[in-house]
């Protein structure tokens, strides 16, 4: 099994930042995409930002692209976001997922079969 700890959630200030960590540990995997999801009170879960094995191919959500950055450091198993300029409608329990089966990432949940635990993230206004 794989397991997946997500990290450095919190309450900030609109136009804040917070940076988030998932932390990968478990069975030795080949190489795969991570992603980041959030989910929102009442809310679907809705898919963030995603990154390849390699770092070199990033997907963004038009909703947070030029504030928040994924980034990944496969020698430590870990994925970040650096969320920046946070707005009140970021609000959610943010979620890392990590897909086995591909290198690229992909914005579908069901595409990813590894989740952590979730992190909230609380904005205020």
């Known amino acids: 099994q794989v397991q997946l700890v997500e990290s450095g959630g919190g309450l900030v200030q609109a136009g804040g930042s917070l940076r988030l960590s998932c932390a990968a540990s478990?069975?030795?995997?080949?190489?795969?995409?991570m992603g980041w999801f959030r989910q929102a009170l009442g809310k679907e879960r809705e898919f963030v930002t995603g990154?390849?094995?390699?770092?070199?191919?990033?997907l963004y959500a038009d909703s947070v692209k030029g504030r928040f950055t994924i980034s990944r450091d496969n020698a430590k198993k870990t994925v970040d976001l650096q969320m920046n300029s946070l707005k009140p409608e970021d609000t959610a329990v943010y979620y890392c997922?990590?897909?086995?089966?591909?290198?690229?990432?992909?914005?579908?949940?069901?595409?990813?079969?590894?989740w952590g635990q979730g992190t909230q993230v609380t904005v205020s206004s």
């Open positions: 997922a990590l897909d086995s089966s591909r290198l690229t990432p992909r914005s579908t949940q069901y595409e990813y079969d590894y």
């Open positions: 478990g069975r030795t995997l080949n190489r795969y995409a």
């Open positions: 990154i390849s094995w390699s770092g070199g191919s990033t």
